[in-house]
């Protein structure tokens, strides 16, 4: 059974670099059948979907946030990496990572998700 | 960029079905996909590929997509069903989620 740990810094000074891991269990995200995704969701609002990577690292970007974001992957330590440069409060919110299946079948394993706080 | 329009809130009565809309452009030539998510909780994957159940997820659950709109009903909803829901499609290679639906279960 796959799983999905979120971890990093539960708080960022403004202007700073947002870096989150997401560590893969039971599974490998070499496998070219899925899409390894970050959502956020600040306090009491909805899901965003920020970006993913996928085999021989290619990504996908949300357009509103791709000139701050860069997603990467360490298949040797089986993680999957969010840098968000430039934070602003607003960046502060719950940040998941998430499994994508190819072939429009959705984000069926999620992580329990981590809290970013932006905050001098 | 692509939008996706759910109301706000839906309330339903124990025991009957509950409709929850969400809209698009042309959202029927897309497969569209809907998440559960309870106070505190990761998403959960309710319906993929329009109307299409992940193991596990009650049959009481359903899906449609048709024209502009995808509906998640909910058949003898439960108070378990209380939730928020998400709906969420695929444009140009992107993701683009629902603003979500506040389900409540009087």
């Known amino acids: 059974q796959v799983q999905l740990q979120e971890s990093g810094p539960g708080l960022v000074k403004p202007s700073q670099t947002l870096s989150l891991t997401c560590t893969v269990s039971g599974g490998s995200i070499n496998s070219g059948d899925y899409y390894w995704t970050w959502i956020r969701q600040p306090a009491g609002k909805g899901l965003e979907w920020i970006g993913r990577i996928y085999s021989i690292g290619g990504t996908n970007y949300n357009p509103s946030l791709k000139s701050r974001v860069t997603i990467s992957a360490d298949t040797s330590k089986n993680q999957f990496s969010l840098k968000l440069s430039s934070v602003t409060a607003a960046d502060t919110a719950i940040y998941y990572c998430?499994?994508?299946?190819?072939?429009?079948?959705?984000?069926?394993?999620w992580g329990k998700g981590t809290t970013v706080t932006v905050s001098s | 960029s692509y939008e996706l329009t759910q109301p706000p809130s839906v309330s339903v009565s124990p025991g009957q079905p509950a409709s929850i809309t969400c809209s698009g452009d042309k959202l029927g030539d897309k497969f569209a996909c809907w998440y559960q998510q309870k106070p505190g909780q990761s998403p959960v994957l309710v319906i993929y590929?329009?109307?299409k159940r992940p193991s596990g997820i009650p049959e009481r659950f359903s899906g449609s997509n048709s024209g502009n709109t995808a509906t998640l009903t909910i058949s003898g909803t439960q108070a378990m069903d209380e939730a928020d829901y998400y709906c969420?499609?695929?444009?140009?290679?992107?993701?683009?989620f629902g603003g979500g639906t506040k389900l409540t279960v009087l």
């Open positions: 590929q329009d109307s």
């Open positions: 969420q499609a695929w444009d140009s290679s992107t993701v683009v």
């Open positions: 998430a499994r994508d299946s190819h072939g429009d079948h959705g984000m069926d394993v």
